[in-house]
Every structure is written in C-alpha cells, then in structure tokens.
C-alpha cells in the first residue's frame, strides 16, 4: 500500500490518488504496530508530504510534528530519519514565509546529516542546497 501511494507520489500528478493510499497504510500500520511505532511515523512523514503537495498545509505541520516526536522517540534524536522530517518542516516553513524558522530546521538537520554521512553525501549536498537557496531568499 505504502510503495503504491510513493509510486504515484513519485510521479507528481497523481498525488490525489497517493493521498487515501498513505493514509490506509497510517491506519493499518497504526493498528498493526501501534501508534508509536518507527513505521508509523515514516507513514505520518508520507503522507504529511503528499499532503504539502497536494497544497492542503493545514493538516501538515501536525502530521509532521507527530511523526518527528516517534521518530526522535523509537530511533533516536540524531537518526537520518529525523533530519528528513526535520528538513519537510522546513521546507514547509519555506513554502510560508517562515525564512527564520526554516533556517533553523535546515540547520539542525544538516547537523545531524553531518555526523552520519560523509561530506559530499548526496543527501548533505541537496539540504546544503536547499538551505543556502533559503539564505538567499532571507538576504
């Protein structure tokens, strides 16, 4: 269910149809697993994501803050997966006008970025991007 709805997310025009299919998986795996499981806050990110996409930002900061307090809470406050959650608020903060706030997300999830991968890692590379567009933005 979740690789079907991240195929037509992958393919930006079928967001609409992605959306019911991340949130089915959020359920099931909710039920499943438990409301605080790892998995569960991967789908809240998803499905957070597809929802930024789709242009309907007032449910997304709550899924996005819920799926960083899992995933801060199962894998740990300097995990991958937190700095990837940490980094879609930001952008989401972009998106609104909220250049300061989403420096400081960009910041700390390069800092976590930073002490798991190597420089030159691609995801490094594409959040140093993204942050130094946004400080282009705020000068």
Do not use: C, W
């Not at 789709?54 to 900061?61: A, C, D, I, P, R």
């Not at 190597?118 to 490094?124: L, Y």
């Amino acid at each position: 269910m979740s690789s079907l709805a991240g195929l037509y997310r992958r393919l930006e025009s079928k967001n609409d149809q992605a959306e019911p299919l991340y949130q089915r998986a959020l359920s099931i795996r909710e039920k499943a697993l438990g409301k605080n499981h790892s998995l569960v806050g991967r789908s809240l990110n998803d499905l957070a994501a597809v929802n930024a996409a789709l242009g309907k930002y007032e449910k997304v900061e709550p899924m996005y803050r819920r799926a960083l307090s899992i995933t801060k809470k199962t894998l740990g406050k300097d995990h991958p997966d937190v700095a990837i959650i940490l980094s879609n608020i930001a952008s989401l903060y972009k998106t609104q006008g909220k250049y300061e706030e989403s420096a400081i997300l960009y910041q700390q999830a390069l800092a976590i970025l930073k002490t798991r991968f190597p420089n030159g890692h691609p995801n490094i590379d594409g959040l140093t991007n993204a942050y130094n567009k946004l400080k282009f933005k705020i000068n």
